[in-house]
C-alpha cells in the first residue's frame, strides 16, 4: 500500500534561491579569509607594542605551520617542542639539505602548491628565494639585538645562527704539538695524505682566498691540493664521524657543533680553529604565500629571540648577541650571501679546477 503522507516538491524558484544563498555564503567566507590574510600580513610588519600579543593570539587560531629546514634531525626537537607547548602551535617539519630545502620551495611555488609556511636553511639559499619574490617582509623586534649583518635591507630574511667552519682532528692520530696554527701550516708535507674536505663548502673556499688576496689565495690551494692532496668527502656529518672513527686523520672543513657534539659523548676527536674563523648564516624567512603567516612570524621571533638559547646549548653560535658564546672569541669572516651568488659563476669555476679535480683521494 502507497504511504498516503503528501510528497514535498521544492519548487524550482526555490532551488534557485538556496543556490544563490550559498554562492552569496562562500563569497562571504572568502572574502573574511581574504580580510583575515591581510589583516595576519599587516600583523607581521607592525611595530606596534602590542604585536607580540596580537601575533600569539592569531597564530594559535592558525593553530599549525609547515617548516622546510636544514637544520640537523636531532636538533630539531629541542628547538621546536618548548615553542608548541608554550604557543599551542603544531610545527610540521621537512628537513634536508640547503640545496633541497631551496629546490623544493621554489619548485613547489612555482605550481602554485603553497605547502610551506616558512624556511630555515643557509643565507645564500634563503638570498636565492628573495630573488624569487618568494618571502615577504618580516618586522621583527628582535632584528636589533643580533650581530651586525644578520638583516639584510629587504628584511624577507633574518640569520638565526652561525655555522663556524673549524679543523677537526682525531685524537689518537694526530698529536697536539703537530696541529697547524696557521693556514701556511698545512703546506707542511707532514700532512700529505691526511686531509679531508666537504665536497660542497666553496664558500668557505672563496672567503678565505678572498682574505689572502685572491692571486695569493689561489696559489695557496693549488699548492696545497698539488702538494699535499685533498680528499674530498660528502656531507659533514659524514665526513666527522670518519674523522671520529680514524679515517680522515684531520678535516679541513666542519661545522663546530659536529665535533663538539661527538666529544661530549666521549669519540676520539677534537678541534681547533684557523682564523680567521669562516662562519655561515643559517637565517630563517616566511613565504609570501603562506597559508599560516601569522604563526610563520611568531616562529620566527622565537627563533631570533627565546630559542637562541637552544641554540647555543647545541653549540651553534647565536645570532642574538644577548646570548653568550666563546666562539664570539674568535675573530670571523662572514660570507655574504649577496655576493656569493653574484660572483657563483666564476668560482665555481676555480673552486671545481682547484679543489674538485685537483684533489687527491
Known sequence: MLNSKRLTVTPLRHLAHLVALCLCLSGSLTSLAQAQSATDVALLKSTAPDRAVKLAAAAKLEGSITLYTSIAEKDLKPLIDPFEKKYGVKVTTWRASGDSVMNRTINETRAKRYNV??????????????????????????????????????????????????????????????????????????????????????????????????????????????????????????????????????????????????????????????????VRGNAVGVMKNAKNPAAAALFMDYLLGEGQQAYADLAYLPANTKITSSLRNYKMLVVDPQESLDGRDKWRKLYDEIIIRGAKP
Not at 624556511?119 to 636589533?144: C, D, N, Y
Not at 663538539?260 to 684557523?274: C, M, N, S, Y
Open 117 to 278: 609556511d616558512i624556511v630555515h636553511a643557509g643565507t645564500v639559499e634563503l638570498e636565492v628565494l628573495h630573488r624569487e619574490k618568494m618571502l615577504q617582509a618580516v618586522a621583527s623586534p628582535h632584528f636589533t639585538e643580533l650581530m651586525p649583518g644578520s638583516v639584510p635591507a629587504h628584511k624577507e630574511y633574518a640569520t638565526t645562527i652561525y655555522s663556524m667552519w673549524v679543523q677537526a682532528y682525531n685524537t689518537g692520530s694526530v698529536k697536539i704539538a703537530e696541529l697547524p696554527k696557521t693556514y701556511e701550516d698545512l703546506l707542511d708535507p707532514k700532512w700529505k695524505g691526511r686531509l679531508g674536505y666537504e665536497v660542497e663548502n666553496i664558500d668557505w673556499f672563496v672567503t678565505v682566498v678572498k682574505s689572502m688576496g685572491e692571486a695569493k689565495g689561489l696559489q695557496y690551494f693549488r699548492d696545497l691540493a698539488s702538494g699535499n692532496g685533498i680528499s674530498v668527502r660528502k656531507g659533514h656529518t659524514n665526513l666527522t664521524n670518519m674523522v671520529a672513527a680514524g679515517e680522515v686523520p684531520v678535516a679541513l672543513t666542519v661545522y663546530n657543533y659536529m665535533p663538539e657534539q661527538l666529544k661530549k659523548k666521549g669519540a676520539p676527536i677534537d678541534w681547533l680553529v684557523l682564523q680567521p674563523a669562516v
